[in-house]
C-alpha cells in the first residue's frame, strides 16, 4: 500500500457502515474514494468475522469486504445515545437491518444525515419480509432464465454476481443523495432494495443490450434459452480455447485477410452478420485455422489484423497474466502476523494514480472520526442532484451509454455526441421499428449532438463545448481520444475543471491496452467464462447471453464522477477517472483469489460448510425455483417442509414453491422470465419499473423507474432518447449562445447535422 500522490475526492467525508457481510463492499469503496469510514458492530464483533473461507482464522469475506475502515462497538439500544452522537458528526449512514435501530429517532437527532437502509426486497410490497441469496437475485432478476443452453436446465452463474454488482448502484445513490445534501442542507432516507438494485446492476431485462443483439431487447427474447455462442464463438486451439467477436464489416475483412482470403467467404454477403451466423462452414474453417496456434499466439495475430480475440484463462492465469502485473492490480494484505495474501488494489484510478486500498480490515475497537470536514463550494440548492451539471456524453454501447443516462437521470444535461457516419452500435436494429428499442430504454433523457470529429472546425466546436461542459464521458479504445487531437492536456487546457471519465477493457496502460474491449473478451480475459459452465463439462460455456461487466463497471463509473464533482466542490479543479472493465470483474472475486492464493502457498483454508443453491424443476414446461439453505437451520426448515425436494418442487407451480419455502423462513425464488419482470408483485409494489414512450415508436414499453426509493431524491424524468444530431441547434444554443446567423454555415457545411 504505497503512499498516495492524489488528492482523494471525498476527503473530509465521514462515513458510518453498519453493512455485515460482502455489502460492506460499499462502504470500502466510498473509502477507497477518499472518505472516512467506520465500521459499526455489536460487541465481541460482527458474525462476517467468522464467515468463510478462513486462513489462520481470518475470514477472507471479511478483509475483502472491510479493508481501509476502522470500527466501533455499538450495542442497540443501550448505546442509541452513543449512535446518535455519532451520526450527527457523519455524514452517511449505511446500514442493513441494524438490530434496535430506531430510523425515526436517527433522522431527528442527525437530520443532515443521508441514512441508506438496505434489505434484500425493500421495506415496502408482499415480498418485504423475505429473504434472499445470490442465487434467488439471479432467480426473480431474470439473469437465471437467460443462462444455460438450450434443452438444459439453467444455469446458476459463478460467484456472488448480483451482491457485488448491486454494491455499486449502492454507492452510486448513495453519493447522488449526498451530493443533493451538499447543495441543499437537507439528509435524506434511502430505502434500497437488493432485488431492484440487483436487477439494474448486472444485465437488466430493459436496458442497454450487446451490440449483438441488434436493438432487440431482452423482454422480446424467446422465452426459452437461446444458443447465443454463434455470436461470441469459443473455439479449440493448441492449448485451450480463445472467443472471437468478429461483429463489425471491418473486423471481418481482417478476419477474412488473416484467414489468407478463402475462396468459399470472399462474396461480400459475409460482410453481414447474419450471413456468418447461419453458415454452416465458417467456424469448422476458424477451427481448422487455429488448429496449431496457441492462444497467446491467435491474441496477437488477431490484434494485428484488427480482429477482437482472447484466449480463456482460468482465474490464477489471469491474476498472473502481464496485463495485471503490469498495472500492479493486486497487492499483498497482511491478513494475520506473518500471513499475506493477494487482494483487488482498488477498481478505478484517479488523475491517472492508482488509489486502490488504504489500510487494513479494522480489529474491534472504539473508533470515532478524526478526519476535519474540508469546506465546500457548492452550486446552488436543486430539487436534481445533478441539475445544472453538463455532461458531453462520446460513451457507446453500454458502458458509455449507461454511465451518461446515470447521470442524465440524476438531472443533468447530457448531451450525447455522434455522428450518423459512426452511429452508436446500439443503433442497429432487426425489427421493424424506426428506432432501436434498446436506444430508447438506455439513453432516455438526454439530448443528441451530431459533431464532425474529422474536421479542424469540429475539432474546434467541439473544444468549445468542453470548455462549457463539467463532465466528459468516454469508452474508447485507449488513445482514441488524444488520435482526435483531445488528449489530457489539452482537455485540461480547454477546461481546468473538466471530469474526464473513460471506460476501457483492460485500462489505459499496460500491453493489453490497446485491445479491442468487448464485455465477452473481458469474461474470457478474466478467468470467468471457463467458470460459467455446467458441473463436469469443461466445454459447456454459458456465458455468452450475459451483458457483464458492463452495466456495473459504467457504475463505478458514475461514482467517480460523483466522488470528483463533490471535490470541485473544495478545490476548483476537475480530474481524470480510469475505469478497467477487467479489474473490476476480477475485483468482483477477491476471495476466491486469496483463497486460492494461500493453499497455492500450503496454508490450510477453513472453507466452512457451504450454502446450498437447490435449482428445483416446478410444474410446467421449464420452471424452476432455487431454494437456499444457508446453515443447519436452514436444511432443518427444509427438511420439515419436506423429505422429497425433487418431488416436492415437480408437485407445485414455482409461485407456489417459492412462497412456502420463504414461508419456512427459507431464501427462495422462482425463475422470472424479463418479459415477466414488471408483473411480479415484489417490483409492482415499489414501482421499479414504469411505462415510457417516444415519437418514434408505436407503443409504449416498458423501462426502469427510480434508481432507488428516496425521500428527498425526485424520480429520474422521462424525456425521450435523441435521434442523432436531434438536438445540435439547441445545444449550440443552450451552451455556446450561438445564434442562427453562426449555426447555419454549420449546418450548411455539415460540421453539425439535425436529425431528419
Known amino acids: 500500500m504505497a503512499a498516495l500522490t492524489v488528492d482523494l475526492p471525498l476527503a473530509g467525508v465521514r462515513v458510518l457502515d453498519a453493512v455485515p457481510g460482502s455489502l460492506g463492499a460499499i462502504g470500502r469503496f466510498l473509502g477507497e474514494l477518499g472518505a472516512e469510514v467506520v465500521r459499526v458492530e ?27 475502515k476502522r470500527a466501533v462497538t455499538i450495542d442497540l439500544p443501550a448505546d442509541r445515545d452513543r449512535l446518535h452522537a455519532l451520526a450527527a458528526d457523519a455524514d452517511i449512514l449505511l446500514e442493513a437491518g441494524l438490530p434496535g435501530l430506531d430510523r425515526d429517532a436517527l433522522a431527528a437527532a442527525a437530520p443532515a444525515l443521508v441514512l441508506v437502509s438496505i434489505s434484500d426486497f425493500g421495506s415496502e410490497g408482499p415480498w418485504r419480509d423475505w429473504q434472499a441469496s445470490d442465487a434467488v437475485l439471479h432467480a426473480l432478476t431474470g439473469g ?21 454488482t448491486a454494491a455499486a448502484q449502492i454507492a452510486v445513490v448513495t453519493l447522488a443523495a449526498y451530493v443533493r445534501r451538499v447543495r441543499t442542507g437537507q439528509g435524506d432516507r434511502l430505502d434500497v432494495s437488493l432485488l431492484e438494485a440487483a436487477m439494474q446492476a448486472l444485465d437488466p431485462g430493459y436496458g442497454l443490450n450487446g451490440s449483438a443483439q441488434s436493438g432487440v431487447p431482452s423482454w422480446k427474447q424467446p422465452r426459452g434459452r437461446t444458443d447465443q455462442r454463434f455470436r461470441y464463438p469459443i473455439l479449440p486451439c493448441a492449448d485451450g480455447y480463445v472467443r472471437l467477436c468478429v461483429l463489425a464489416p471491418r473486423q471481418w475483412r481482417g478476419m477474412f485477410r488473416w484467414m489468407g482470403e478463402p475462396a468459399e467467404f470472399a462474396g461480400p454477403e459475409w460482410e453481414k452478420l447474419v450471413t456468418r451466423y447461419k453458415s454452416p462452414d465458417l467456424l469448422p474453417a476458424i477451427t481448422r485455422f487455429f488448429a496449431d496456434k496457441t492462444r497467446a499466439r491467435i491474441e496477437a495475430e488477431a490484434e494485428a489484423h484488427g480482429v477482437p480475440a482472447a484466449g480463456l484463462l482460468d482465474l490464477g492465469e ?3 497474466s502481464d496485463q495485471m502485473i503490469a498495472r500492479a492490480a493486486f497487492v499483498p494484505v497482511e491478513v494475520a502476523p506473518g500471513v499475506s495474501l493477494p487482494f483487488p488494489d482498488g477498481t478505478l484510478e484517479i488523475d491517472g494514480v492508482r488509489a486502490g486500498i488504504r489500510g487494513p480490515a479494522p480489529e474491534p475497537g472504539d473508533a470515532s472520526f478524526g478526519s476535519a470536514r474540508l469546506p465546500l463550494d457548492p452550486p446552488p440548492p436543486s430539487y436534481f442532484p445533478l441539475a445544472g451539471v453538463r455532461v458531453l456524453d462520446m460513451g457507446v454501447i453500454v458502458v458509455g451509454g449507461d454511465t451518461g443516462r446515470l447521470l442524465a437521470d440524476l438531472g443533468a444535461d447530457v448531451v450525447k455526441v455522434e455522428n450518423a457516419a459512426f452511429p452508436d452500435g446500439q443503433r442497429q436494429k432487426r425489427d421493424d421499428e424506426a428506432i432501436s428499442l434498446t436506444i430508447v430504454a438506455g439513453h432516455r433523457n438526454k439530448r443528441g449532438l451530431s459533431l464532425d470529429l474529422r474536421s479542424e472546425r469540429g475539432k474546434a466546436l467541439f473544444l468549445d463545448l468542453v470548455h462549457e461542459a463539467d463532465v466528459l464521458l468516454s469508452n474508447f479504445k485507449p488513445g482514441t481520444l488524444a488520435a482526435l487531437g483531445f488528449d489530457a492536456a489539452t482537455l485540461a487546457k480547454a477546461n481546468p475543471r473538466l471530469i474526464a471519465v473513460d471506460s476501457s477493457a483492460f485500462g489505459p496502460t499496460g500491453p493489453w491496452a490497446g485491445r479491442l474491449g468487448y464485455g465477452p473478451l473481458v469474461r474470457a480475459s478474466a478467468g470467468l467464462t471457463k467458470q460459467w459452465t455446467y458441473a463436469g463439462e469443461a466445454d459447456s460455456f454459458s456465458d455468452a447471453i450475459t451483458v457483464y461487466p458492463d452495466h456495473v463497471a459504467a457504475r463505478i463509473g458514475a461514482a467517480g464522477a460523483l466522488a470528483l464533482l463533490v471535490r470541485r466542490m473544495r ?14 470483474m476480477l475485483a468482483h ?3 476466491e483469489i486469496a483463497a486460492a492464493a494461500a493453499a497455492a502457498a500450503g496454508m490450510p483454508v477453513d472453507t466452512g460448510a457451504p450454502r446450498d443453491d437447490l435449482l428445483l424443476a416446478c410444474a410446467g414446461d421449464d420452471e424452476w425455483c432455487v431454494v437456499s439453505l444457508r446453515d443447519a437451520a436452514d436444511r432443518a426448515a427444509f427438511a420439515a417442509l419436506t423429505d422429497d425436494p425433487p418431488a416436492w418442487a415437480r408437485a407445485r407451480a414455482p409461485q407456489q414453491a417459492m412462497a412456502e419455502a420463504q414461508a419456512a423462513g427459507l431464501p427462495a425464488g422462482m425463475m422470472v422470465r424479463v418479459a415477466d419482470l414488471p408483473d411480479l408483485p415484489g417490483y409492482a409494489a415499489r414501482g421499479t419499473f414504469r411505462a415510457a414512450t417516444h415519437p418514434l415508436v ?9 434508481l432507488t426509493q428516496s425521500v428527498r431524491m425526485p424520480e429520474p424524468p422521462q424525456h425521450p432518447a435523441p435521434r442523432i444530431g436531434e438536438d445540435s441547434v439547441a445545444v449550440l444554443q443552450d451552451w455556446l449562445g450561438l445564434d442562427a446567423t453562426a449555426i447555419a454555415p454549420l449546418l450548411a457545411d455539415k460540421i453539425i447535422e439535425e436529425a431528419a
Open 589 to 591: 472475486k477477491a476471495v
Open 42 to 68: 455489536p460487541s465481541g464483533g460482527g458474525a462476517d468475522r467468522q464467515a468463510g473461507p478462513l486462513v489462520g482464522g481470518v475470514s477472507l469475506p471479511f478483509v475483502a469486504a472491510n479493508l481501509g
Open 698 to 706: 408505436a407503443a409504449p414499453f416498458i423501462v426502469e423507474g427510480p
Open 318 to 320: 489471469a491474476v498472473a
Open 571 to 584: 478545490t476548483g479543479l476537475g480530474g481524470t477517472i480510469s475505469v478497467s472493465q477487467a479489474e473490476v
Open 144 to 164: 437465471l432464465s437467460r443462462s444455460g443452453l438450450p434443452g438444459r436446465p439453467p444455469l446458476l452463474p459463478p460467484g456472488n454476481l448480483t451482491y457485488e
